[in-house]
């Protein structure tokens, strides 16, 4: 590279820049830049000072440099340089260096500012430009808790030039963006506001832009924007188009600054004032009459600008929501644009109907396009416009409509882009339940789906069918003969394999009548696929298997001989041959009555916001996925209170007690004593913890639930809209394990989640609960497990309170129920002869140890029922012992660690008066008591 | 606006400007990905689309892509026309802008947005105003500028 002479503009850079272009590779380029940085380097090392313009040239090529790609990591004390030179062009160079390459260095930020500042000071409007610029383009924290209190005196200084003010206007706000905490509202806030007057309007075209972004924050602080810019707007939309000179755009009147204000007026509710309010429906009135006059130019920027102004009008009309006549206009409007020969204009009328069928005055109408957008669907050839209509017919589904929106959006499916296709799936899904009169409808949309796109089906889609399926009992039989016939198919999607398995598991007896799909030929077809699938789904075919071996004993040996081929019970996969190894054990053993029991139906799923939901939200950002009814809901909340919430001050004691973490045990007992403060047991945590922690009085229906888990052990403990509460639980002798489940239901987190146990001072004695807290986090549409360990010390009357306290989106949840951990779970059933039985009978006679309750019935008199409650509460049911066939006997140990209680009970019903005696006999007073209490809530 | 990226039919990078915070690696990913997607796309498709959480606009004029990164909220017609103000804006300054006048002189392509936009706002709508502005600059300069136009066989169409 030859010096290069002063004089002749960056020739220096031209030839570097056509170098650097004549490279033929990139080895070549990379060898070039390598070349130049050694020499800029030398310049800058070397022992004779460079002059300004040699360092503006040496600043620019490695900017050059640096924006096509490669690291630069040196230069910029030279651009700083450059900062205080007196040379325009030189300082400019230096400003644009340091916007481009920010540098974190702080000796550096420094002398920057320092230079800025001298330039804010010089009061020529020039070098002021420059300063602004470079602050607007780096917009770091460091820049802005320098300026961000000068700036605001620029801007409202009367004497400040009307471009330094644009540019003061336009730094103020991408300072406010990055560090709004340095930009202090104060006086200046009135004064910015009343640029809008300005004579400039390139200075309300920034002030504008300020304002707006100020006043989503403060809108108390900025409304009296709302008349001044209404005011504005009407001088600008009724002007001829040739008034505003240099500001009228291809014959728009200030499209820019139109938009902006329009913009700015979305961040109100309508006008208060009525006179604001109807000239602010005059100029919405005056754009939408623009849009239907001749074009006054056919180049497409006349057309865009307007456009784009009657695009944001109808933004701000939407926005308001409130004027029927205005909205259906809006929609009209929209309508003739879905059949513009501009795609630009399609896609936009699309997306802006997506929103206009969330207004319940304008839903209506957006309905009536259907045809057009199904049309859309069919015809458009750019997938980005396509994706707008499936969100648009998505939008405007409801009852009326669902079934033609569903056949047209599987229909679509079938040749639809990769990328968009499982949103669609999703949405078929979602439209297909939530709309679903005919739950035969609701399978067969299911099924299609995933005989269209299977691959694009999520779990959810399917776990969701299975969901639905077995919760209706109307529709089973008709999905078991669906499945049946998909699986006919040749090949058919493991998803529908999934489905199949598992529907004919469950329900496969509802068709088996029919030859046609008697049990082997249900086994036969579920198992041809077997081998094409892969592991999970081959786990669940295996548990299919087990069922129809329940269902279908006739059956059993076929399937016993699959269990028990080599590729089952030796198969490679942990999971698969331990399900072979056991299923097949269960079968042999077990007696018919146990297998009944055991591959028992599967209870009904509690109800719960569709998961799909969730995803599909998720999917697309919350705030994307609205629909009607949800608006109407979101506005009915205030009214209603939404959730409860309580203040926030009680942040509440982790769960293990202080004194048991610092002596680094594992697994801290969990139990801590409940409230009154009084008891000296609770002065330890309200010691250690920040704030006292407010345990909430039981939640409504918690006795009953409560009361519900004393003859079983699995299910729901606890639901509402926000978290629901599985347990499932096994006890042995006087111990025992209890896994409680919450599930967030919501698709929002669930933060400081803290579930705590509480045993009264008397119940700790009696009884040990052993827990691990777990994760403070539970993410929206998760699960998380928490693990009881139990021991049973002495027989105890009362129950420990599960409380639960966490915070969902801003509100502080606090939620106690009774956690069914009951005497009677520690029953070891005894098997013992009529004799023995009334010969201990007997031995046990003395008042004390008799317990008797007579009560009225409070569920049907069952008597299958009443035998499954007295074994789910522990004891054996002794046949054939008492000489009264319809009375009912029963015989068990109850286990403690301390002890053993021997127990008796004998129930009589009486059909006539729908009464019941119940007698408990043990050898201790308080366990006859508490058994015969909870016995007696059952029937 | 979130940024603005020039870049040519062959992918190179002629221009960027960033109105957010992001590091250099998350704007190399940026620019190659987006660069990916718009050169993919088929001359008639529509200008607008969907990438991220953000709404791309972006227009072709001769060899040269303009494609700006707008927020949800934003008005897409009204970014169309902000490209072709600029395009406008170098045509004038350049006279009959070409690609090769935005690589030799791309200082001065970032002198012009700047006064155009800034913050990733429109700061002067008027095509008069910015002009005098760089021409006032310009003035300062005790250099005359070095034109480039001449090595130019692709020559820019305003649109």
Known sequence: MPAVSKGDGMRGLAVFISDIRNCKSKEAEIKRINKELANIRSKFKGDKALDGYSKKKYVCKLLFIFLLGHDIDFGHMEAVNLLSSNRYTEKQIGYLFISVLVNSNSELIRLINNAIKNDLASRNPTFMGLALHCIANVGSREMAEAFAGEIPKILVAGDTMDSVKQSAALCLLRLYRTSPDFVPMGDWTSRVVHLLNDQHLGVVTAATSLITTLAQKNPEEFKTSVSLAVSRLSRIVTSASTDLQDYTYYFVPAPWLSVKLLRLLQCYPPPEDAAVRGRLTECLETILNKAQEPPKSKKVQHSNAKNAVLFEAISLIIHHDSEPNLLVRACNQLGQFLQHRETNLRYLALESMCTLASSEFSHEAVKTHIETVINALKTERDVSVRQRAVDLLYAMCDRSNAQQIVAEMLNYLETADYSIREEIVLKVAILAEKYAVDYTWYVDTILNLIRIAGDYVSEEVWYRVIQIVINRDDVQGYAAKTVFEALQAPACHENLVKVGGYILGEFGNLIAGDPRSSPLIQFNLLHSKFHLCSVPTRALLLSTYIKFVNLFPEIKTTIQDVLRSDSQLKNADVELQQRAVEYLRLSTIASTDILATVLEEMPPFPERESSILAKLKKKKGPGTVTDLEEIKKERNSDVNGGTESTPVNASTVSTPSPSADLLGLGAAPLTSSAPPPSSTGSLLVDVFSDSASVVAPLAPGSEDNFARFVCKNNGVLFENQLLQIGLKSEFRQNLGRMFIFYGNKTSTQFLNFTPTLICSDELQSSLNLQTKPVDPTVDGGAQVQQVVNIECISDFMEAPILNIQFRYGGTFQNISVKLPITLNKFFQPTEMASQDFFQRWKQLSNPQQEMQNIFKAKHPMDTEITKAKIIGFGSALLEEVDPNPANFVGAGIIHTKTTQIGCLLRLEPNLQAQMYRLTLRTSKETVSQRLCELLSEQF | ?159
């Open chain 2, 1 to 159: 606006m979130q940024f603005m990226l020039l870049f040519s039919r062959q992918g190179k990078l002629r221009l960027q400007k960033w109105y957010v915070p992001l590091s250099d690696k998350e704007k190399k990913k940026i620019t190659r990905e987006l660069v990916q997607t718009v050169l993919a796309r088929k001359p008639k498709m529509c200008s607008f689309l969907e990438w991220r959480d953000l709404k791309i606009v972006y227009k072709r004029y001769a060899s040269l892509y303009f494609c700006c990164a707008i927020e949800d909220q934003d008005n897409e017609l009204i970014t169309l026309e902000i490209i072709h103000r600029y395009v406008e804006l170098l045509d004038k300054y350049f006279g009959s802008v070409c690609e090769l006048d935005i690589i030799f002189n791309f200082e001065k392509a970032y002198f012009i947005l700047d006064e155009f936009l800034l913050g990733g706002e429109v700061q002067e709508t008027s095509k008069k105003n910015v002009l005098k502005a760089i021409e006032q600059a310009d003035l300062l300069q005790e250099v005359s500028k070095w034109y480039f136009s001449c090595l130019s066989n692709s020559m820019l169409c305003s649109g």
